[in-house]
């Protein structure tokens, strides 16, 4: 079945550093790959995605490619910020019509000034 | 305009009762999905509606689980003979339709614990 693995945590960072949440897939076909954040007493919320190989996601200077050949999609920002502190979720979807997915443990990022 | 809404936020209860769960959909999206989210673990799917088809319930973990959509509204979880291993947060999404390109909306979900 489809499964999505995820870079454990926590992980905690200086203000400006360099940022990479590592994520791999399994899954027959091609499949939709999300990045999903939750900020501290919110709900969940889309950051990024793609929808196909070599595709790239990006918002608020977040970035994600899609690499069939390696089946990951490593979500990276080159300048974090204490307003990015949260947990960031890797998902997939399939099957046309059936939009479910089926998403990483999650991964806590706290950044400290 | 309006999210998706939950309630209740936060649910305690005891061994063995039955507990509903609302969700409200966004006005318009025709798709709706439950997940629970386990303590360390990840987001599970539990049940999918899309407008008229009969629901892909092929998440729920056991019978003492239900859920039931009216039209393109209100949806409700049911869990029955409620268990320790069923305390989790319970979100619900909803979504313009299926499709491969349409983001599915949290709601804020509902605590729940199972004592």
């Known amino acids: 079945g489809n499964s999505v693995t995820q870079m454990e945590g926590p992980v905690t960072l200086s203000e400006e550093a360099f940022l990479t949440i590592n994520c791999t897939y399994t899954?027959?076909?091609?499949?939709?790959l999300f990045w999903y954040v939750q900020y501290p007493g919110e709900g969940l919320q889309l950051l990024l995605k793609?929808?196909?190989?070599?595709d790239k996601g990006s918002n608020k200077g977040f970035e994600a490619t899609y690499r069939k050949e390696t089946t990951s999609f490593h979500l990276e920002k080159g300048s974090v910020q204490v307003s990015d502190s949260a947990v960031y979720f890797c998902?997939?979807?399939?099957?046309?019509?059936?939009?479910?997915?089926?998403f990483g443990t999650g991964t806590r990022l706290t950044i400290i000034p | 305009g309006a999210g998706v809404s939950q309630s209740p936020s936060n649910k305690v209860t005891e061994k063995g009762k039955d507990v509903e769960l609302r969700c409200d959909p966004i006005?318009?999206?025709?798709?709706l999905y439950w997940y629970r989210q386990r303590l360390g673990q990840g987001l599970e799917f539990l049940i999918y509606?899309?407008?008229?088809?009969?629901?892909?319930k092929s998440g729920l973990p056991s019978d003492r689980f239900s859920a039931e959509r009216t039209g393109e509204s209100v949806s409700t979880l049911t869990i029955q003979r409620t268990q320790q291993e069923d305390s989790a947060v319970y979100l619900c999404?909803?979504?313009?339709?299926?499709?491969?390109?349409?983001?599915?909306?949290f709601g804020p979900g509902t605590r729940l614990t199972v004592t």
């Open positions: 899954a027959t076909g091609y499949p939709s």
């Open positions: 006005s318009g999206h025709t798709a």
């Open positions: 998902a997939l979807s399939k099957v046309f019509g059936n939009e479910k997915l089926t």
């Open positions: 999404a909803s979504s313009r339709a299926g499709g491969r390109t349409y983001e599915q909306y």
């Open positions: 509606f899309q407008g008229n088809s009969a629901p892909d």
């Open positions: 793609a929808t196909k190989a070599d």
